[in-house]
Nanobody
Framework: QLQLVESGGGLVQPGGSLRLSCAAS????????LGWFRQAPGKEREGISC????????IYGESVKGRFTISRDIAKNTVYLQMNSLKPEDTAVYYC?????????????????????WGQGTQVTVSS
């Protein structure tokens, strides 16, 4: 059974950093395209980043480009989202997603929440 479990969320001051982790089980990262999206209260889902099954492609949404970095550790079967220079508008629940067939592409990053498999989400709050 495929499962994604996020961790690493919390409260951080503006300008600070957090690293989210997404532990995968039931599949290997090299077979799936992976990503992150977020949703703030009263707002639509926002695709943030994805990494291709080969690891050779990483895509970022405009709002996080230059501040967030997606990576993966094959040995640990874990995906990460390093978030730097955090802003209050980054406050949201962050979800890890995976899909076997939907590709990681610039044209579709906005709809990455359509990936088949989701984690339960982890809350990130940026506030002083």
């Amino acid at each position: 059974q495929l499962q994604l479990v996020e961790s690493g969320g919390g409260l951080v001051q503006p300008g600070g950093s957090l690293r989210l982790s997404c532990a995968a089980s039931g599949f290997t990262l090299e077979d799936y395209n992976l990503g992150w999206f977020r949703q703030a209260p009263g707002k639509e889902r926002e695709g943030i980043s994805c990494i291709s099954s080969t690891g050779g492609t990483t895509i970022y949404g405009e709002s996080v480009k230059g501040r967030f970095t997606i990576s993966r550790d094959i040995a640990k079967n874990t995906v990460y989202l390093q978030m730097n220079s955090l802003k209050p508008e980054d406050t949201a629940v962050y979800y890890c997603v995976a899909d076997y067939s939907r590709l990681c592409r610039t044209a579709t990053i906005e709809w990455i929440y359509e990936y088949d498999h989701w984690g339960q989400g982890t809350q990130v709050t940026v506030s002083s």
